[in-house]
C-alpha cells in the first residue's frame, strides 16, 4: 500500500470512528434514561400528585406544568414570531431596520437562558407582580416568548423565503393586494414550514430549565390559573435530582421527556419533509 | 373605487401591526440590557469591579463577594470540553459531508437532532449517575493516592467538560458541516483530477475553504458550554474553589459563573441578589466578546 493510501485509509478510519462514538453516545444516553426510567413509568406515576417534595408519587403537576407553560408561550411568541417573518420578508428590503432585526434575533439567540431567568425574574416576577402574579405561569411563559422568538423569527423567515415568487405575482397580478396575496397565497404554501418551526420551538420550551427555575417558582402544586406558580418536567427532573436525591424519580421523569423530545422532533421533521416535497 | 380604499386602509394596519410586532424582539433584548445591568453594576462599583472579579472569596453572609474562582472555573470547564468536543464533532462534520454515503449521511442527520433536542437536565443526570460514578472509580480508585479526598467524589471538572462536550457535539457537527458543504464542489474535483487523493483533497482543499465556518461553529459551541447552566450544576460538584494547577485541577469539584446564579438566586437576600446579577453581567461580557470574535472571523473570509 502506498503513504498516500495508506494515511487516507488511516484518516478515514478516525472519521468513521469520531462519528461511530458519537452515535453510540447518544444511543448510551437514551438507552440507560429509558431502560431506568421506564420501569418507573406507570399509570399512577403519571396522573398522581407527588409526595414527599416528588421523591414519591407521581409528576401530573409538571405534566399540567408543562402543558400550560408551554401552550401559553405558543400563544404568544407564535402571533409575533409569524408577524416579525412576514414584516422582513414581505413587507421591507435590505436596510438598516432588517439589519438591525437581524442582528437583534442572533444577539437574543446568544444570550445564556440563565441571563433570561435573571431578567424574567427582576421584570416579570418582582416589576410586574401585580399582573403577572410574581412566580407563575405567567412570568414563565412571558420570560420563554423572549427565549424562542428568535427560532420562530428565523424558521418561519425561511419558510416565507422558500414560497415561490411566482405565486405572489400572479396573486398581484389579479388585482389583489399584498395583505390578501400573503393571507390567502403565502401564508398557506409557508404553513407546513412555520408549523415545523413552532414544534421545534415547544422542544426549546420542555427542554428549558434555567430560565424557568427563577421565574416559575417551582411549586408542587396543581395549577388552576396562569398567575399560579408551577414546575415543568425538566425543572421537577433537576428538584427532584438534586433535592431528593431519589434518582429514579428522577429517571422515570427524565424517560417522560425523551418520550416528549421524540415525538417532537419526528413531527417535526415528518412536516419539514412535506414541506420540501411540496417543491421538488 | 369604495372597496379600495377599505383596503388600502386595512393594508396600511396590517403593515402596521406588523411592524410593531417586528419591533418586539429590539424593545426584549433592550430591556434585558438595561434590567440586568440596572440590577447589577451599581453593586458592583460600589464594591468595586477589581475587587469583584479578582476577589478569591465568595461569602455572602460576610458581604464578601469575590467571582475569581467561578470566572476561572467557567473557563476551565469551557476549554476542557473544546479540547474533548471541537475535533470530535469537526470529524463527525467531514465523514458526513465528505465520506459517508448519502443514505448513511441522511440516517445519522436525525440522530444529530436528536441530540440537540435532549433537555439539558437529561444530561445532567446522565452525568451525575454514570459519567461521575465513572470518574470516581477512577478518582477514588488507583488515583486516590495522589488526589485530596474531596477530588475524589467524581463531581469535577472532568465530569463538566465531558457532559459539555457532549451538548455542544451537535452545534458544532451541523454548522461545520454547513461550511463544508458550501465549499464549491469545483475546488474538490480539481484537486481529485489532478491526482491528489480524496483525504489529501478534503485535507488541503475542502477544510482550508471551510476554516472560517468551522472556527465559527466552534465560538458558538463555546458560547453554548460557557451558557450552560443545569447540567454543570449536576455534575461540577459548586464548591467556590480555584482548582489545582496541573492534571490533579480536572478532577476537582467547581463552581461556574452560571451555577452561581441558579444555586443561590433562590434565597438571596438585596444585596447577595444584585451580586447575582452582577455575575450575570460578567456572564454577558463574555458573551459579547465570543460574539466579537465570531463577526470578526466571518468578516474575515468576506474580505
Known amino acids: 500500500m502506498s503513504k498516500v493510501k495508506r494515511n487516507q485509509w488511516i484518516a478515514f478510519g478516525l472519521l468513521s470512528l469520531a462519528t461511530a462514538f458519537t452515535i453510540v453516545i447518544l444511543l448510551a444516553i437514551l438507552f440507560y434514561v429509558m431502560s431506568q426510567g421506564l420501569e418507573m413509568i406507570s399509570w399512577e406515576f403519571l396522573t398522581e400528585n407527588p409526595r414527599n417534595m416528588g421523591a414519591e408519587g407521581g409528576i401530573y403537576p409538571a405534566i399540567l406544568g408543562t402543558i400550560y407553560l408551554v401552550g401559553m408561550t405558543l400563544l404568544i411568541a407564535t402571533p409575533i414570531g409569524v408577524g416579525t417573518a412576514i414584516y422582513l420578508n414581505e413587507y421591507t428590503r435590505e436596510g438598516p431596520f432588517k439589519r438591525t432585526i437581524r442582528f437583534t434575533t442572533e444577539a437574543l439567540a446568544g444570550i445564556p437562558s440563565i441571563v433570561f431567568g435573571l431578567f424574567g425574574f427582576v421584570f416579570f416576577v418582582i416589576l410586574l407582580e401585580p399582573y403577572t402574579g410574581g412566580w407563575s405561569i405567567l412570568s414563565g411563559s412571558l420570560t420563554g416568548v423572549i427565549m424562542i422568538l428568535p427560532v420562530i423569527i428565523r424558521a418561519s423567515e425561511e419558510a416565507l423565503r422558500n414560497v415561490p415568487n411566482a405565486l405572489r405575482e400572479g396573486s398581484l397580478a389579479l388585482g389583489t393586494t399584498r395583505w390578501y396575496t400573503i393571507k390567502k397565497t403565502v401564508l398557506p404554501v409557508a404553513f407546513p414550514g412555520i408549523l415545523s418551526s413552532i414544534i421545534l420551538s415547544i422542544g426549546r420550551v420542555v427542554g428549558e430549565t434555567a430560565a424557568f427555575l427563577l421565574t416559575l417558582g417551582g411549586s408542587l402544586l396543581l395549577p388552576r390559573t396562569i398567575f399560579d406558580g408551577s414546575r415543568t418536567l425538566s425543572l421537577h427532573l433537576y428538584m427532584v435530582a438534586m433535592e431528593t436525591g431519589n434518582m429514579d424519580m428522577a429517571l422515570g421523569t427524565g424517560a417522560v421527556l425523551i418520550i416528549l423530545v421524540l415525538i417532537i422532533n419526528f413531527t417535526a421533521g415528518f412536516l419539514f419533509k412535506r414541506l420540501v416535497k411540496r417543491f421538488s | ?303
Open chain 2, 1 to 303: 373605487m369604495f372597496s379600495k380604499v377599505n383596503n388600502n386602509i386595512e393594508e396600511r394596519i396590517v403593515k402596521a401591526i406588523l411592524f410593531i410586532l417586528a419591533l418586539t424582539s429590539v424593545v426584549a433584548l433592550g430591556l434585558i440590557g438595561f434590567f440586568v445591568f440596572r440590577e447589577g453594576l451599581p453593586f458592583m462599583i460600589d464594591y468595586g469591579i477589581g475587587n469583584f472579579i479578582f476577589g478569591r472569596e465568595w461569602a455572602p453572609l460576610q458581604q464578601i463577594y469575590g467571582i475569581f474562582p467561578m470566572i476561572v472555573g467557567t473557563v476551565y470547564v469551557t476549554i476542557l470540553a473544546l479540547i474533548i468536543g471541537a475535533p470530535i464533532g469537526v470529524a463527525v462534520a467531514i465523514f458526513l459531508s465528505k465520506i459517508a454515503p448519502p443514505k448513511v449521511a441522511r440516517a445519522i442527520k436525525p440522530m444529530i437532532e436528536l441530540l440537540a433536542g435532549i433537555p439539558s437536565v437529561v444530561y445532567g443526570l446522565f452525568g451525575m449517575i454514570v459519567i461521575r460514578a465513572l470518574i470516581r472509580e477512577l478518582s477514588h480508585g488507583p488515583l486516590s493516592d495522589y488526589l485530596p479526598a474531596n477530588y475524589q467524589t467524581g463531581y469535577s471538572v472532568l465530569a463538566g467538560s465531558i457532559i459539555l462536550a457532549i451538548m455542544i457535539l451537535p452545534t458544532i457537527i451541523t454548522l461545520s458541516a454547513d461550511a463544508i458543504n458550501s465549499v464549491p464542489s469545483e475546488y474538490y474535483e480539481a484537486s481529485v483530477g489532478l491526482g491528489a487523493s480524496k483525504w489529501q483533497s478534503i485535507y488541503t482543499v475542502i477544510v482550508p475553504a471551510a476554516k472560517s465556518g468551522i472556527v465559527s461553529s466552534i465560538i458558538l459551541g463555546m458560547g453554548r458550554a460557557l451558557g450552560e447552566t443545569m447540567a454543570i450544576i449536576m455534575v461540577a460538584g459548586n464548591t467556590v474553589a480555584i482548582p489545582e494547577l496541573g492534571w490533579k485541577g480536572i478532577f476537582s469539584p467547581v463552581r461556574t459563573l452560571t451555577g452561581n446564579v441558579a444555586l443561590e438566586m433562590g434565597y438571596a437576600g438585596p444585596e447577595h441578589r444584585q451580586a447575582l446579577f452582577a455575575t450575570g453581567i460578567i456572564l454577558f461580557i463574555f458573551i459579547i466578546i465570543l460574539n466579537s470574535v465570531t463577526l470578526a472571523v466571518v468578516k474575515k473570509k468576506e474580505d
